[in-house]
């Protein structure tokens, strides 16, 4: 059996990841911790699963590290500079795996995928990410990370700027660049989890969409990260290589 831990248990996602292990065979749920418990409960836990917030989430991480717990992390906000920390931490705690991603659904991997491979054929592209309104963060995790993998391929392929003749705006109605890809994110209650990337040429537009239309999509890739972080030493950032996409 392995002793999981979940912090931020009381949330959206939490208290579904803790009925997704107490489900799950060969999984052990030996906490359920919240905002103010004290993270020793979690002392027989081997892997903990954090889904608390971006201003909570290092600190939890710095003490799965010096305790030797493996981690699975879906909180977003994560930094090149937040993954740099990690990276440091991991390195004095070697037998220790963290693994962040920022979405473990399968069709929202897949779609991150798609909109990669499709990025060198197209001159212009942007991204609306829509989502619940409780979510405190924008851009949402899942779109800056596509927008990222976006910009890398066009970078590769040799593309100049989207074009983009706007010369007055009002704050904001441009969206959010991301390495000079724009985003867009809408707030709406009724919603889930949801992104399109908007691909534009000339004559045709291609559209790549997801829909997370209930949490439940997040919890086979949550489980599949638990049974692999104590595998995979370090860092591993996104469920890419655990799924075995791409
Ligand atoms: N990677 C993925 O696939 C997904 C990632 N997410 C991300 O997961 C995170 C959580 O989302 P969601 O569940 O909707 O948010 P919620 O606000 O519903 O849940 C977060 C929970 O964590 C608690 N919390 C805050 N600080 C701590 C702490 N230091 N220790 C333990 N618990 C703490 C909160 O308590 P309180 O409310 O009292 O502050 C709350 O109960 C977000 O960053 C979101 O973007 C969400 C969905 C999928
Ligand atoms: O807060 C959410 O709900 C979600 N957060 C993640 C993100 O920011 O990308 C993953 C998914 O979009 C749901």
Known sequence: MTGVAVFGAKGRMGSEVCRAVEAAEGLSLVAALDVDDDLAAAASAEVVVDFTSPDAVMRNLSWCIEHGKHAVVGT????????DVLRDQLAEHPGVGVLVAAN????AVLMMHFAAQAAAFYESVEIIELHHPNKVDAPSGTAAATARR????RAAAALSAPPDATTQELAGARGASVEGVRVHSV?????VAH???????????LTIRHDSLDRA???PGVIAGVRAVG???GLTIGIEQILGVG
């Open 76 to 83: 977003t906000g994560f930094t090149e500079d937040r993954l």
């Open 104 to 107: 473990f659904s399968i069709g």
């Open 150 to 153: 976006v910009a890398a391929a």
């Open 187 to 191: 707030r709406l209650r009724g919603l």
């Open 195 to 205: 992104q399109e990337v908007l691909f534009g040429a000339e004559g045709e537009t």
């Open 217 to 219: 999509s997040f919890m």
């Open 231 to 233: 595998e995979r030493p």
